[in-house]
C-alpha cells in the first residue's frame, strides 16, 4: 500500500522584502520510506522547504498536507514531536552533556527515567558512539563528526515517522562522511526491516552523497524544482541545462555561500 506522508500543493513563500520567491509554486508528494535526498544552489529554498515540513516556516500561498492532514489544523509543538529535525549546524546546546542532548524530547514527553536511560543508551550505539566513553562529554568536548552523530541520535530519540536532515554531515572530512552515509543507509533499512518505514528528507550540496543516498532526487533552482526523479533516471536523463549541469560538475563542496 502506497501512503503519502508529505504532499506540497502549489507552495509559494517570499521573505519581508525579498526581490523574489524563496519557494516558487512547489508541488510534490513523497511516499512513506522514502529517502529523499535534495540538491541545489546555495539559497535556493532548500532549508526553508525542510522548515515548512515542520511548520518553522508557514507558506503564503498553498497547502501542505503530512500524513494526509493539512499542517494549518496542526499545533506545531505536537507536529514536530514526530518529526526529527537535524539542522544544518549540530545545534547542541552546549551546556548539556551528550545524554542531556539526546533526551530533550523524551523528556518533553515525559518518559520515565529508565526509559529515557535505555533510549539514550540505544541511541548512542546507533550511531557508534561508545555510550560509557562519551555520554557525559559536552559538544565542546568532541569532533565535528562526532557531534553530528549526536545530533543524529537526538533526532531519532522518539523514533520519528518523518526525518528532516539539513546538510547533516557537512562539517565531516570524507572518510568520516563516507561512514555517516553508510549509518544512516543501514538506520533506514533497519527501521523497514522492523517494519516501521521511515521518510527521510535529506538536504546535501554534493551530488554523489545525494545520488548515493536518495531513492529520489529533488534538484532545486531559484525556489523551484527542475527535477525529482530516482538516481538513474537522472543521471540518464537530466531534464535541462542546469541538472546536466550539476552531474558534471565533481560534487565537490567547498563551503556555504559559494554556490553548489
Ligand atoms: N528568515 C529569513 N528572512 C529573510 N530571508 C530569508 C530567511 N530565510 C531564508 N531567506 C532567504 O530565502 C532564500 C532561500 O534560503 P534557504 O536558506 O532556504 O536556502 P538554501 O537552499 O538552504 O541555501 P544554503 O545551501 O546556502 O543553505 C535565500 O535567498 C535566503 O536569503
Ligand atoms: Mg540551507
New binding site residues.
Given amino acids: 500500500m502506497i501512503v503519502t506522508v508529505v504532499s506540497f500543493k502549489h507552495i509559494t513563500k517570499r ?2 522584502n ?1 526581490a523574489s520567491n ?1 519557494i516558487n509554486d512547489v508541488t510534490f508528494s513523497i511516499e512513506e520510506g522514502e529517502f529523499v535526498t535534495i540538491i ?1 544552489t ?7 522547504l525542510l522548515k515548512m515540513v515542520n511548520r518553522l516556516v508557514d507558506s503564503d500561498s498553498g497547502e501542505i498536507y503530512i500524513n494526509g492532514i493539512n499542517i494549518k489544523d496542526t499545533d506545531p509543538v505536537k507536529l514536530r514531536h514526530n518529526i526529527g529535525y537535524v539542522i ?1 549546524q549540530s545545534g547542541l546546546f552546549p551546556h548539556m552533556t551528550v545524554f542531556e542532548n539526546v533526551a530533550i524530547v523524551p523528556k518533553l514527553l515525559k518518559w520515565d527515567k529508565a526509559r529515557i536511560a535505555k533510549r539514550v543508551e540505544e541511541l548512542l550505539n546507533l550511531v557508534n558512539l561508545d555510550y560509557a566513553e562519551f555520554h557525559k562529554r559536552h559538544p565542546a568536548e568532541l569532533s565535528g563528526g562526532q557531534q553530528q552523530r549526536v545530533g543524529l541520535a537526538r533526532a531519532l530519540a522518539v523514533d520519528p515517522s518523518i526525518l528532516l536532515l539539513d546538510e547533516p554531515f557537512g562539517a565531516i572530512d570524507a572518510i568520516n562522511r563516507v561512514n555517516l552515509q553508510n549509518e544512516l543507509l543501514r538506520i533506514h533499512r533497519l527501521q523497514k526491516d522492523a517494519g516501521a518505514l521511515r521518510t527521510y528528507l535529506f538536504v546535501t ?1 554534493d551530488i554523489h552523497e545525494a545520488l548515493k543516498l536518495g531513492t529520489r532526487t529533488m534538484v532545486m533552482h531559484q525556489g523551484a524544482i527542475v527535477q525529482f526523479d530516482s538516481p538513474d533516471n537522472l543521471t540518464r536523463q537530466p531534464a535541462g541545462d542546469f541538472v546536466r549541469a550539476l552531474l558534471s560538475q565533481e560534487g565537490v563542496y567547498t563551503g ?2 559559494e554556490g553548489i
Avoid at 42 to 48: D, I
Fill in positions: 521573505f519581508n525579498a524563496a541545489g546555495s539559497g535556493c529554498g532548500k532549508t526553508t544544518q550540496h556555504a555561500g
